[in-house]
């Protein structure tokens, strides 16, 4: 099975701490590497995890505050210090255009690279990146300014070859992709061998849902439902429910609510307050709700599965 991974680079809230980067992580899916968000501080995590910034191929941004975007103009400038050749896609909410476009002619006018600028439409659930590996869905999100997630969803591969078929019937190298694609074979008797016979089944696909800073949606869970593993913000533990209404977050045992009501695998829990030293009082509260929870930290790398 190709690896189909998330490794974090920032899971903490606003405010600056010692623990935690503010919200960046990279989405691995057959190679291919996926940014979600991308705060201050970024490129030095990006070292750290011994990523390839060449092959970051699109970068997806939540919304327009700073914990999720200031690091992103400064990374494309150093894109272009470290030639890169290849096109680097950007999708972010419409409402940055403008400003993006400011930017890139005052600090990055000159670069052998191209960047495109993809407006996204925040209040829609609509495909908005598509390539031969998977789809990346946008998810309408409740915060104090335009926000959605992304669903990134795995598409279909083909069915396996069975490989003592494949020998026992003396089938030629070149019709193995005729076979994968649903072809059955005749042998040399003239008897037709049926092509469930010749393989097996193809890998489930797998899906990760990314929903950054947001209110309790008791709907959102129809987006995501069954998805494999889920990141959802849990910004404040449940004594400070009234903090998370106000500020348009959610709590540890909200995010559990929509991972329970959404049949997911997994809830990751990020994007944590800087007044929590310990995180466990939201893993405790999630859990009571959701069992299968766990904590992200900077330079976890987390399979979906």
Known sequence: MEPFRVHILGCGSALPTIKHNASSQIVELRGKMFMVDCAEGTQVLLRRSRIAFTKIGAVFISHLHGDHCLGLMGMISTFGLMDRRTPLQVYAPREYESLFQAQMDMFCARLDYEVSFHPVDTTRHQVIYEDRSLTVESLPLEHRVPCCGFLFREKPTLPHI?????????IPQSQIGNIK?????????????????????????????????????????????????????????????????????????????????????????????????????????????????????????????
């Open 162 to 170: 069975r490989r003592e078929m494949i020998d026992f019937y003396h």
């Open 181 to 305: 694609n649903g072809a059955g074979w005749t042998d040399e008797e003239g008897n037709n061998v049926p092509n469930e016979r010749l393989v097996t089944p193809p890998d489930p696909c797998r899906s990760y849902a990314y929903c950054s800073d947001t209110r309790y949606m008791p709907q959102l869970h129809q987006l995501i439902e069954g998805v494999n593993l889920l990141y959802h913000e849990s910004t404040y533990d449940k004594t400070k429910a009234d903090n998370a209404r106000l500020y348009y977050h959610s709590t540890a045992a909200e995010a559990a609510l929509v991972a329970r009501d959404a049949h997911v695998g997994q809830l990751m829990l990020g994007h944590y307050s800087a007044r929590y030293e310990d995180e466990n009082i939201l893993l405790n509260e999630a859990k009571e709700v959701f069992p299968n929870t766990f904590l992200s930290d900077e330079m976890m790398v987390v399979d979906v599965k």
